[in-house]
C-alpha cells in the first residue's frame, strides 16, 4: 500500500479520468496457479485504489499474467503487480 500510495499519490488528479489497467505477475510452478496467484494480485490493488483513491471502478481494468514482466521494465522475471496508465483520448 505505500508503494502505491506513492506512485499513485501525486499523479492521483491529474489522471483521474483516465482508465487504469492493473497486471498482476506470478512465478508459481504451474499456469492455474500462476493464474490464480496473478488474478489475485491485480484484483487486490484494483480494489486499493478505489477504495483509498475514490477512483470509479469501472476506469480500472485488471490483467492476470505469469512471470514475464513489460520489456521496458528491465527485469526478466517478475512477482507482483504493475499500475498501468492508459493515455485518455482527447
Known amino acids: 500500500e505505500r508503494q ?13 479520468d483516465e482508465p487504469f489497467v492493473i ?8 499456469a492455474a496457479t500462476q493464474f490464480i496467484a ?4 491485480s484484483l487486490l490493488v484494483a480494489h486499493y485504489l478505489e477504495s483509498h483513491f475514490h477512483l470509479v471502478s469501472t476506469d480500472i481494468g485488471t490483467m492476470p499474467l505469469n ?3 513489460p520489456s521496458k521494465s528491465g527485469k ?3 512477482d ?3 499500475i498501468v496508465f492508459l493515455a485518455a483520448g482527447k
Open 38 to 41: 496473478s488474478r489475485s494480485r
Open 4 to 16: 502505491i500510495d506513492q506512485d499513485i499519490g501525486g499523479e492521483k488528479d491529474s489522471r483521474a
Open 23 to 30: 497486471e498482476g505477475y506470478s512465478s508459481q510452478a504451474n
Open 80 to 82: 507482483g503487480a504493475c
Open 76 to 78: 526478466t522475471t517478475w
Open 67 to 69: 512471470a514475464t514482466p
